[in-house]
């Protein structure tokens, strides 16, 4: 029979003998606690013991903990040499704990921090014949701070000295000085690099380097320079170098089952000394030698700055842009008074040294000009033009346009100093040069516009009156770079902008991004007047497409109306084509081939075209440029152009004038500018729209891949018909 027990009576049973449990039990667990077991740690198979390495090796261990975890690890490397006498035992129980390398252990984290790139040394003064003997001791802890026994392996380690190259210097590509950072390219913006090709065939280390900048040097100086102190020396597989003149002995054993042989040959160090197996020729400056260094710098010594500081001039960058080159100088005695534009020669040498701490044999070293901008004159024309009589619609003579911009000049500022003298000529009637009047398309011998003579004007004037391509966009480059160093430009052209002139209407052509960059150009259209009228490619009558009669002003107080003056208009052009026919329209006294220009966000526009046939240009609509902009200007904080599709010699005098004089006085530098506030990040604080030098410094950079690759294209491109 089965006993049935009530609810409440089970209830009161477990509730006493829950009391009883917790309350009447006071005696603890009894026994002997296990003390913290030490961790163990261990090199794996991988390097051997004794192994040689010509790079810092990766080394494998294990390390566990039987009680717990692994807390770090730390390893200590040291030379058998500074062991000496002492067992490693005894030696590494001399060694201070901050001389360790610690390496912690993140449960939370996948690395268990069992291997790692060990540095070690090599011998400096013979890196490749002499390996370095060397213990690497190791030892683990644990979460208490229990250690684990010191355990060591020996390795051996020589090296292969790094070669050291700086990119992208030639003495062709002038530097701009700049005192400090300010310009778009300006200041000497240097990069170089290592490389360890026999020791890291890839995924080289990290190097460290030591560079000098010497100069400024005269030209003279610089040859002086370079006769007494750039040579060559002999660099040898194993590292030795020897120089000019000397003798090298390589004897080489030769074994045989009868016999011993050694045969020597003999290498004189000279300018033909070949490349071989056994080593090559490579240049090299002689800045340590004693002579060069006790020149001082009234001699040749001119540090005009270095890496790092006395205490240590290595450092790990690999590029930097160095400013105020041509201060100390100017405190010598050689270099004071100077108050005029110079460009100068400066030598960049610089070594590295890998891994190991092995610097390059033979240092790199590069030359190249640094110009220190001036701007001690006021105005410079560029003028593009090519007048021939062969060609229609260009000026007479040189002497038009010389006499045009003298008396504009004159007229703007009494008294300046706009020199138009001719002071080179080479052969021609044309190829003339001034300090204030270059003719591009004519310099021969100096192979395009020189940097150093923009350089010393406060504004350009680009100026291209003549409706065949010239050859603007390969003397650009330093009208850029005369923009980045602070001088301001005002383009007058026609055509400048088309790659071909014997063409039809193009109703839109793409403009290379730098010019965009710097005029706020995004397109123009060209309506093909010369082609057309010439060799009839086009479907419409030619001379009906010439119509430009002057120019609209947006805001006439500060910039006039425009007129054609017929009487200007004809005297000043040719106006035949290029078969000898007149193309002079009586009825229709216009300029052809002004062309209209779609702009950028951010430019002002100024002028619009004003055109003989108004809205009803005989030839229809594609024709009709009545109300197209013609003219703009640019501010963006670090630099101001204005930009004209139009010309002037055909415009109404006055008129001209009142315009040269706004905008001159728009471009000219504003009390007493500087050079160096010419290069200020914050020098036009009115610009309605700003660009920062970090946006202004890329887009350089990336419109100038595109400018490159879009003048590589242009090259091939054909003619459109």
Same mark, same amino acid.
């Given at each position: +029979?089965?006993?049935k027990?009530?609810?409440?009576?089970?209830?009161?049973?477990?509730?006493?003998?829950?009391?009883?449990?917790f309350?009447?039990?006071?005696?603890?667990?009894?026994?002997?606690?296990?003390?913290?077991?030490?961790?163990?740690?261990y090199?794996?198979?991988?390097?051997?013991?004794?192994?040689?390495?010509?790079?810092n090796?990766?080394?494998y261990?294990?390390?566990?903990?039987?009680?717990?975890?692994?807390?770090y690890?730390?390893?200590?490397?040291?030379?058998?040499?500074?062991?000496?006498?002492m067992t490693?035992e005894?030696?590494?129980?001399?060694?201070?704990?901050?001389? $360790?390398?610690?390496?912690d252990v993140?449960?939370?984290?996948?690395?268990?921090?069992?291997?790692?790139?060990?540095?070690?040394?090599a011998?400096?003064?013979?890196?490749?014949?002499?390996?370095?003997?060397?213990?690497?001791?190791?030892q683990?802890?644990?979460?208490?701070?229990?250690?684990?026994?010191?355990?060591y392996?020996?390795?051996? @380690?020589?090296?292969?000295?790094?070669?050291t190259?700086?990119?992208?210097?030639?003495? !062709?590509?002038?530097?701009?000085?700049?005192?400090?950072?300010?310009?778009?390219?300006?200041?000497?913006?240097?990069?170089?690099?290592g490389?360890?090709?026999?020791?890291?065939?890839?995924d080289?280390?990290?190097f460290?380097?030591?560079?000098?900048?010497?100069?400024?040097?005269?030209?003279?100086?610089f040859?002086?320079?370079?006769?007494?102190?750039?040579?060559?020396?002999?660099?040898?597989?194993?590292?030795?170098?020897?120089?000019?003149? !000397?003798?090298?002995?390589?004897?080489d054993?030769?074994?045989?089952?009868?016999s011993?042989?050694?045969?020597?040959?003999?290498?004189?160090?000279?300018?033909?000394?070949p490349?071989?197996?056994f080593?090559?020729?490579?240049?090299?400056?002689?800045?340590?030698?004693?002579?060069?260094?006790?020149?001082?710098?009234?001699?040749?010594?001119?540090?005009?700055?270095?890496?790092?500081?006395?205490?240590n001039?290595?450092?790990?960058?690999?590029?930097?842009?160095?400013? !105020?080159?041509?201060?100390?100088?100017?405190?010598?005695?050689?270099?004071?008074?100077?108050?005029?534009?110079?460009?100068?020669?400066?030598?960049?040498?610089?070594?590295s040294? !890998?891994?190991?701490?092995?610097?390059?044999?033979?240092?790199?070293?590069?030359?190249?000009t640094?110009?220190?901008?001036?701007?001690?004159?006021?105005?410079?024309?560029?003028?593009?033009?090519?007048?021939?009589?062969?060609?229609?619609?260009?000026?007479?003579s040189i002497?038009?346009?010389?006499?045009?911009?003298?008396?504009?000049?004159?007229?703007?500022?009494?008294?300046?100093?706009?020199?138009?003298?001719v002071?080179?000529?080479?052969?021609?009637?044309?190829?003339?040069?001034?300090?204030?009047?270059?003719?591009?398309?004519?310099?021969?011998?100096?192979?395009g516009? @020189?940097?150093?003579?923009?350089?010393?004007h406060?504004?350009?004037?680009?100026f291209?009156?003549?409706?065949?391509?010239?050859n603007?966009?390969?003397?650009?480059?330093?009208?850029?770079?005369?923009?980045?160093?602070?001088?301001?430009?005002?383009?007058?052209e026609?055509?400048?902008?088309?790659?071909?002139?014997?063409?039809c209407?193009?109703?839109?052509?793409?403009?290379?991004?730098?010019?965009?960059?710097?005029?706020?150009?995004?397109?123009?259209?060209y309506?093909?007047?010369?082609?057309?009228?010439?060799?009839?490619?086009c479907?419409?009558?030619?001379?009906?497409?010439?119509?430009?009669?002057?120019?609209?002003?947006?805001?006439?107080?500060?910039?006039?109306?425009?007129?054609?003056?017929?009487?200007?208009?004809?005297?000043?052009?040719?106006w035949?084509?290029?078969?000898?026919?007149?193309? $002079?329209?009586?009825?229709?006294?216009?300029l052809?081939?002004v062309?209209?220009?779609?702009?950028?966000?951010?430019?002002?526009? +100024?002028?619009?075209?004003?055109?003989?046939?108004?809205?009803?240009?005989?030839?229809?609509?594609?024709?009709?440029?009545?109300?197209?902009?013609v003219?703009?200007?640019?501010?963006?904080?670090?630099?101001?152009?204005?930009?004209?599709?139009?010309?002037?010699?055909?415009?109404?005098?006055?008129?001209?004038?009142q315009?040269?004089d706004?905008?001159?006085?728009?471009?000219?530098?504003?009390?007493?500018?500087?050079?160096?506030?010419?290069?200020?990040?914050?020098?036009?604080?009115?610009?309605?729209?700003?660009?920062?030098?970090?946006?202004?410094?890329?887009?350089?950079?990336e419109?100038r891949?595109?400018?490159?690759?879009?003048?590589?294209?242009?090259?091939?491109?054909?003619?459109?018909?």
């Open positions: +029979m089965k006993t027990i009530s609810l409440a009576v089970l209830l009161l049973t477990i509730t006493a003998a829950s009391v009883l449990l309350s009447g039990c006071t005696e603890t667990l009894k026994g002997d606690k296990t003390p913290n077991q030490a961790p163990i740690v090199f794996v198979n991988i390097p051997p013991e004794g192994q040689t390495f010509s790079r090796p990766v080394v261990w294990v390390g566990t903990d039987r009680d717990g975890q692994i807390d690890f730390r390893y200590h490397v040291t030379t058998l040499a500074e062991v000496g006498e490693p005894e030696y590494i129980a001399t060694v201070a704990g901050d001389r $360790w390398i610690y390496l993140d449960p939370t984290e996948a690395d268990p921090r069992t291997t790692n790139t060990i540095e070690m040394s011998d400096l003064s013979d890196p490749v014949n002499t390996y370095v003997p060397q213990y690497v001791f190791l683990a802890f644990d979460e208490e701070g229990k250690e684990s026994t010191i355990v392996r020996l390795f051996s @380690r020589n090296d292969n000295p790094p070669q190259v700086v990119y992208g210097v030639t003495l !062709d590509s002038p530097f701009v000085n700049s005192i400090t950072p300010g310009g778009v390219i300006t200041g000497v913006k240097l990069r170089w690099g490389t360890d090709p026999i020791d890291y065939p890839s080289p280390p990290p460290e380097f030591k560079w000098k900048l010497f100069g400024p040097y005269t030209a003279a100086q040859t002086a320079l370079a006769d007494s102190f750039f040579t060559e020396v002999y660099v040898t597989r194993d590292a030795r170098v020897f120089r000019m003149g !000397d003798t090298i002995l390589r004897c054993t030769f074994f045989s089952a009868d011993t042989d050694i045969q020597c040959d003999t290498i004189v160090v000279n300018a033909s000394t490349t071989t197996a080593g090559g020729l490579e240049p090299f400056f002689r800045s340590e030698d004693e002579d060069f260094i006790n020149s001082g710098y009234e001699g040749f010594n001119r540090v005009a700055q270095s890496s790092g500081n006395e205490l001039p290595w450092v790990p960058d690999s590029l930097d842009t160095i400013y !105020d080159v041509f201060t100390k100088y100017y405190l010598s005695p050689g270099g004071a008074g100077i108050d005029t534009t110079v460009e100068m020669y400066f030598v960049f040498e610089v070594k040294r !890998d891994d190991a701490q092995v610097a390059d044999l033979a240092p790199s070293f590069k030359t190249f640094v110009i220190d901008p001036r701007r001690e004159r006021d105005v410079a024309v560029i003028d593009f033009t090519l007048p021939t009589a062969r060609n229609s619609t260009a000026p007479t002497s038009v346009s010389r006499q045009f911009w003298t008396k504009t000049m004159e007229r703007w500022k009494p008294g300046i100093d706009f020199d138009t003298t002071i080179t000529e080479e052969s021609g009637p044309f190829r003339q040069q001034a300090r204030d009047y270059f003719r591009p398309q004519y310099i021969v011998s100096d192979g516009l @020189r940097l150093v003579e923009l350089l010393k406060k504004v350009l004037i680009v291209h009156d003549h409706i065949q391509y010239p603007f966009f390969e003397n650009a480059d330093p009208i850029y770079t005369a923009i980045d160093a602070g001088i301001n430009v005002w383009v007058l026609r055509g400048m902008l088309n790659r071909v002139w014997n063409q209407q193009q109703f839109f052509i793409q403009i290379p991004a730098t010019y965009q960059l710097y005029f706020g150009v995004a397109g123009t259209v309506s093909g007047w010369l082609g057309t009228m010439v060799l009839n490619y479907a419409y009558f030619p001379n009906n497409s010439a119509d430009w009669v002057g120019a609209y002003s947006i805001d006439s107080t500060k910039w006039p109306n425009l007129d054609v003056d017929t009487a200007l208009l004809h005297a000043n052009y040719i035949k084509d290029i078969l000898g026919r007149p193309v $002079w329209r009586p009825g229709v006294p216009a052809p081939e062309n209209w220009c779609s702009r950028r966000f951010g430019t002002e526009i +100024m002028y619009l075209y004003k055109s003989f046939y108004g809205n009803s240009h005989p030839l229809g609509f594609d024709l009709t440029f009545e109300g197209s902009p003219g703009h200007r640019l501010n963006t904080g670090l630099f101001r152009t204005v930009h004209f599709c139009f010309t002037p010699l055909g415009v109404d005098t006055t008129q001209m004038q315009l040269a706004s905008v001159l006085d728009w471009l000219y530098p504003e009390n007493g500018e500087s050079a160096a506030e010419a290069m200020s990040v914050n020098r036009y604080k009115d610009a309605p729209v700003r660009m920062t030098l970090e946006e202004a410094r890329a887009n350089f950079i419109h891949k595109e400018y490159l690759e879009r003048l590589r294209e242009a090259a091939n491109e054909p003619v459109l018909r």
